[in-house]
């Protein structure tokens, strides 16, 4: 925590050394995050840079109220939000509730996939969908917040997230049948 | 049970992702850095800005500097049109003076009566008609002359350059004198009578042209001791109308209100131009003051770590009776008076010359800044001089301190050398 601390400071200082550390220590991690948030790897290196030098310009207003791993990660979803925003990326989206129908319980689990199988699975989704999943799913978010963060109504979050599981649901489900058979 | 299910299905993915770490590209962090350079040659400016931001009273400064300095233009510019309205009022009332010997001066009968037994005695063929407000057909061209502004235009020009220019004019008006003679042809000018109300109206006075320039060189070379009432001067039109377009009168601004409308004969505007702009002459004088404080320090610590000792001890080791204040600065009120001169040679170019002369005022007094009583530095400084060689004079260090000169020199440069702007910005800076 000291360290932390420390690095802190010196990326407060400009210290280049420090900001490279700092760098070093979380870009593999946010990278991912990234990852999940945008379509290509390109998408996803243009985010990041982009939030990193984000994360050191603003690094002075950083207050230790959190863990400095959660401050940038909300720094990189913010990027990629605002970078998919501009790439026009939520045209599309609109209310969807032809997908409520519940897919069968206890066929969709991920154990035997991968970690890229399951990234694949998410950059497959429709824009919207995807960044409500995220949103929703691995950062915790709730739907009136996410709600709050794209700038859409709460029932838009809601069908938006339905429409996401039940996407991904189906295509687990198609990816687990080929497996065992 | 269905939310249970659904917790199970975000967990399971949160799980996943949650740890999951991807090495991004190498090149992405040269990148970074590349954008974290250009992010800080912007902010380079922003110091200089925050400290202005501190002197806000020299924002104020300068602005209200600026709107003294608009508003002197401003004054400068406008001030041209009043002169030449003073003066027009002036010559009018000249004029009617002129034709004093009239029963009744004022009415503009009179004057016409006046101008028309002029014209019968030298038997010269005029064709003469009376110009009202509005011109009529039948005298031909017509041309808008201001004949109220250009006479006090012409009284001006008289009044400025005196002596000197009377040569000039009689010259321009006998040419215009035989180019009259020459041709038959109609004049008129307009002496508006009614000065108090400068309304263009009924006064019409009609001279012929011969009788009218052959009187102003009499006159001005009358009125050559006392230039400045320009009394009983007539002016032709033609002269007015050369002297309205070299100075563009027409441009002013509210003139087109004095504007009468007068026929004038075409020919001799053609005939009669300006070969030469009119010199212009100018002057200014500026006092300026300022404060200044040298802050320049000879001797004290600065001698002292030289002398070998320890910069903890200095100021106790150094011998306190022999150089007590090494030196004062004073700053005082300094002021430079300044003188400038010049004359527009074209429209183009003009000579501009000027001197200043700059009092500074402020002090540096040195008391004992080589003293010798117990410095060794400037012991060993004497002995080596005095010992590298034979041949050069010996100069005593000691004495140096109570030359009065150098000690004169030393301030004097102080003060003088300086720039005066940075004499202001030193005495206008607070302390950070």
């Known amino acids: ?181 | 049970m269905a939310s249970s299910e659904e917790h199970n299905f975000e967990n399971e993915w949160r799980q996943r992702f949650d740890d999951a770490s991807e090495t991004p590209p190498p090149a992405l962090w040269e990148r970074i850095e590349a954008h974290l350079d250009e992010e800080e040659e912007h902010v380079m400016v922003i110091p200089f800005w925050r400290r202005t931001q501190q002197l806000r009273w020299v924002a104020a400064a300068s602005v209200t500097a600026l709107l003294l300095v608009v508003g002197g233009w401003w004054l400068k510019t406008n001030l041209p049109e009043k002169n030449v309205a003073a003066s027009m009022e002036l010559v009018q009332q000249s004029q009617t003076v002129a034709s004093a010997p009239s029963a009744n001066p004022s009415t503009p009968q009179a004057s016409a009566k006046q101008s028309a037994t002029s014209l019968k005695t030298n038997n010269i063929p005029v064709e003469s008609q009376v110009v009202a407000q509005i011109p009529t057909e039948a005298t031909g061209e017509k041309v808008q002359i201001a004949a109220a502004s250009s006479l006090g235009e012409a009284s001006r020009f008289m009044n400025r350059n005196g002596g000197k220019k009377v040569r000039n004019v009689r010259q321009y008006l006998k040419q215009s004198t035989t180019t009259a003679s020459n041709s038959v042809f109609s004049e008129k000018t307009i002496a508006s009578v009614n000065t108090q109300n400068s309304t263009p109206s009924s006064g019409d006075q009609r001279n012929e042209k011969g009788t009218s320039s052959a009187e102003i060189p009499v006159v001005v070379m009358k009125e050559e001791g006392k230039i400045a009432s320009p009394s009983a001067i007539k002016v032709s039109p033609e002269m007015t109308l050369a002297f309205l377009e070299s100075k563009k009168m027409r441009e002013l601004l509210g003139h087109p209100k004095r504007q009468p409308w007068v026929a004038a004969p075409a020919e001799p505007l053609e005939a009669i131009k300006p070969k030469q702009l009119p010199k212009e002459y100018w002057a200014s004088v500026g006092v300026m003051p300022a404060s200044y404080n040298a802050g320049v320090e000879i001797g004290g610590s600065r001698l002292a770590t030289t002398n070998n000792a320890p910069l903890y001890s200095a100021s106790a080791s150094f011998n306190n009776s022999a150089r007590t204040p090494s030196a004062t600065n004073r700053s005082a009120l300094s002021y430079a008076f300044q003188w400038q001169g010049g004359v527009q040679l074209s429209s183009r170019w003009s000579l501009e010359s000027g001197i200043q002369y700059l009092q500074g005022n402020s002090v540096y007094q040195g008391v004992n800044a080589f003293s010798t009583s117990s410095n060794s530095y400037i012991n060993s400084l004497e002995s080596a001089v005095n010992l590298s060689d034979n041949t050069i004079p010996r100069y005593d260090f000691a004495t140096i301190s109570s030359d009065k000169a150098l000690i004169q020199t030393l301030s004097t440069t102080q003060d003088i050398s300086k720039p005066s702007n940075r004499c202001i910005g030193r005495a206008s800076t607070p302390p950070f």
């Open chain 1, 1 to 181: 925590m000291k360290d932390e601390r420390t690095l802190v400071e010196g990326c407060q200082n400009k210290n280049r050394t420090a900001q490279k550390t700092l760098y070093e220590r979380f870009a593999g991690r946010m990278f991912a995050v990234c990852q999940r948030y945008t379509r290509s790897r390109f998408e996803a290196e243009d985010v990041l840079q982009e939030a990193f030098v984000k994360v050191f310009t603003q690094i002075h207003t950083f207050r230790y109220d959190c863990p400095l791993e959660a401050w940038i990660k909300k720094i990189m979803v913010n990027t990629a939000i605002s970078y998919l925003r501009k790439e026009k990326a939520y045209l599309d989206q609109a209310d969807v509730d032809d997908y409520t129908d519940a897919v069968s319980e206890g066929e969709t689990t991920l154990s035997d996939m991968e970690y890229k199988q399951l990234l694949g699975l998410v950059r497959e989704l429709p824009t919207g969908c995807q960044s409500v999943f995220n949103l929703y799913a691995i950062e915790g978010y709730q739907h009136n917040e996410i709600a709050q963060i794209l700038g859409i109504s709460e029932g838009t979050s809601k069908s938006q997230y339905a429409r996401a599981k039940q996407l991904l649901q189906i295509k687990i489900l198609e990816t687990n049948n080929t497996n065992s058979s």
